[in-house]
């Protein structure tokens, strides 16, 4: 399985990067609008695990639906996570120099060109979704619909300002704690599953249940980087490890304690599989849920 | 004729500002994201022309359409317009303090809230038309690829880079300035007087000439502020006038010399109103097409 699943997954990963380049292929020749381009390419191209679009298409598959139908829904799901963390970096936001080991948008540019390409990659999606060649009209609208609800004030965007409120308050408590995760993280995380489901044309109880297999992912993975800031090494994380506590944040560790953490981590890692029991064929997903919430062990 | 227009504008002016009202509530009752609808109706309710929605709404009724089948659309672009001027006014674009006599969005929240309130202002106009219950899946379709494309890189969003590199270069000629701003803000009034016709269900033919009319518009319109600034004086423009020639800006009064630039904004509206004639009950658009081109009169 190891070896066909990473076959699997890198066959996956060159498609949706040939997607995102055919997708923002620039045709103006002007030089400005080029490096408009570019700077959406730098961010796109920074890599990170794809799990979005992996999801849109591994769910399509699983409804019986092709990689063409997934295409749009895929680079479009990828393009909105990534005009997300362009604009998270800025400096009026998490001012962060760094992302993924390379300068920012807006380091390796200017903030008004990131400003930009993340405005550019907020659009498009739903430009490249309306346009898609193989997909009907209602199934365009429903999947423009989710994405653009998922993205709004009452999803990500909506979980941006609350965790930007949130630095200012010192009462966060474990509710809100839950609700600011599920809009920032959890609800693109869904919409991918569903948009998935939904490009294949599948019938209402299949995508409820890859919405609630997509809920519990969301949040294990969310439970299980906040247990990994606390107990790993720096070389196990790639990154500095207690830097939450550090930064005073507030997280599962610090309003569940460790153990109720790792005991919540669990069974929602084992309900998320579960769950995927419901779909025939599901091996390539139940190794990369394992994948991404078993970091630790 | 004049009591009648003014009649009829206030009425579009106010069905549009409810639109907009309803289409920001805000469901959460959640604190943060109360204050993110804020900052979005903040920027919404500052006023303005409402040019592009009234163009969608009074372009969809020469085609025969409903004011329920341009609800949508009309409110859709003046979000797009409205998260424009948001990040435009951020201290790494434009740098603006203030706008239409207030302050403006960052400075009247903070610049994280301004820089996510015009992303979700980007965003939510696409799940509004998705959403809309009178359009049919074909015209929602086809309204969301019209917007998005007049948004993206290749549209306004496209225009405002080379408008930004522009400025580090001394080199403008009449070409890039007629491009930029065919861009910059032709797209958007384009979009709009085509969105009317396509919501209506109109044919190919009267989008095409809604286009036409819509280039010729935006055009003169932008050729008359460059010469306002010239000749104007501080008290008819309502802003301090000379402005672009202390910032050392290109113009079209700087390419083209003003008599040309006067000559040309004529011709221009001439053809806009010619346009207009091949609509029947053109009327209030004809008097608002004068209205806007003949302000220095």
Known sequence: MEQKYKELMNGYISDIENYLRRYTEDKSGNESQQKLTEAMRYSLEAGGKRIRPVLVTEFCRLCGGTPEMSAAPAAAIEMIHTFSLIHDDLPAMDDDDFRRGRPSCHKAFSEATAILAGDALAVLPFQIIADDSVLDSSIKVRLISDLASA????GMIGGQIIDIENEKRDDVD???LRYMYSLKTGQLIRTACRMGCIAAGA???KIRLADSYASKLGLAFQIIDDILDVVSTEEELGKPVGSDAENNKTTFVTVMGIEKAKQEADSLTNEALEILDLF???????????????RRK
Chains 1, 2 share one sequence.
């Open 280 to 294: 025939p064929d599901s091996e390539f997903l139940k190794a990369l849920t394992a994948e991404l919430l078993d």
């Open 174 to 176: 474990e509710e809100n």
């Open 151 to 154: 993205t709004a004030g009452a």
């Open 203 to 205: 019938d209402d109880e």
